[in-house]
T-cell receptor, first 113, second 112 residues
Framework: GENVGLHLPTLSVQEGDNSIINCAYSNSASDYFIWYKQESGKGPQFIIDIRSNMDKRQGQRVTVLLNKTVKHLSLQIAATQPGDSAVYFCAENTGTGFQKLVFGTGTRLLVSP | DTEVTQTPKHLVMGMTNKKSLKCEQHMGHRAMYWYKQKAKKPPELMFVYSYEKLSINESVPSRFSPECPNSSLLNLHLHALQPEDSALYLC???????????FGQGTRLTVV
């Protein structure tokens, strides 16, 4: 799976830039995907989700894209702000009937003023 | 109210101690979860409760014992833990299997 990592990839951007965080998921049968933001010392915070019958979903300043052909998920953050600095995890639901979230390795986003 | 509350926030325990972690939500969610997160790693699922019944145990050692007293509460009883069990323990809840799971702030556990 994708959730075993020895280091955390880092994306460094300037305030105001658009950020794109990518994720490869492992199970072609997964039907539900979530992006979480985790700040230091806190629990994961829900950002946006998408079901497998969609390929794009937009929220406030965020867009999630799903490409089932290559099992790829991306999170786009528009006009990135210093408060967006955190670790971002994608998660796929591999369960049937129950929610079994498998998290990706995570990407650290650093936003410079 | 989209809050999942976990207590305590921090816990230090010896290898012979017995302690419990608590989790509470009042969103009417009928699915609740325990996750374990080691430093610089993603959360890993431990247990799933659905309608107060244990639905999934991800091969977790028996020194971790979950309990769901009612639809709002989830406990994790700890006994004879090892130092490698030190981690952030996260509780989460969701309305259904394919709806967003809300996480608590976690309990930072240190086993000495």
């Amino acid at each position: 799976g994708e959730n075993v990592g020895l280091h955390l990839p880092t994306l460094s951007v300037q305030e105001g830039d658009n950020s794109i965080i990518n994720c490869a998921y492992s199970n072609s049968a997964s039907d539900y995907f979530i992006w979480y933001k985790q700040e230091s010392g806190k629990g994961p915070q829900f950002i946006i989700d998408i079901r497998s019958n969609m390929d794009k979903r937009q929220g406030q300043r965020v867009t999630v894209l799903l490409n089932k052909t290559v099992k790829h998920l991306s999170l786009q953050i528009a006009a990135t702000q210093p408060g967006d600095s955190a670790v971002y995890f994608c998660a796929e639901n591999t369960g049937t009937g129950f929610q079994k979230l498998v998290f990706g390795t995570g990407t650290r986003l650093l936003v410079s003023p | 109210d989209t809050e999942v509350t976990q207590t305590p926030k921090h816990l230090v325990m010896g290898m012979t101690n017995k302690k419990s972690l608590k989790c509470e939500q009042h969103m009417g969610h009928r699915a609740m979860y325990w996750y374990k997160q080691k430093a610089k790693k993603p959360p890993e699922l431990m247990f799933v409760y659905s309608y107060e019944k244990l639905s999934i145990n991800e091969s977790v050692p028996s020194r971790f014992s979950p309990e769901c007293p009612n639809s709002s509460l989830l406990n994790l009883h700890l006994h004879a833990l090892q130092p490698e069990d030190s981690a952030l323990y996260l509780c989460a809840s969701s309305r259904q299997a394919n709806t967003e799971a809300f996480f608590g702030q976690g309990t930072r556990l240190t086993v000495v």
